[in-house]
């Protein structure tokens, strides 16, 4: 079974090479990253992650953080 670097070095490869600059190749790194921090501090698992319903607890959580929607 695949980790979740190992989806995440493949998503990589596929941004830098399809010529993405690596400033945006390293932010998207950084939001996969904090999404699945968040998906394992709140015990989300399997195919959880695909409902909406996450996705926006999720983006609720992060707003407040302080991050922008």
Do not use: C, K
């Not at 921090?37 to 407040?64: C, F, H, K, M």
């Amino acid at each position: 079974m695949r980790t979740f670097d190992d989806l995440l070095r493949e998503f990589t490869y596929h941004h830098q090479s399809a010529g993405h600059s690596p400033r945006t190749v390293v932010w998207y790194d950084g939001q996969l990253r904090r999404f699945y921090g968040w998906l394992e501090a709140n015990q989300v698992s399997g195919a959880q992650w695909l409902d909406p319903r996450t996705i926006e607890r999720y983006l609720a959580a992060s707003r407040q953080s302080g991050n922008a929607p």
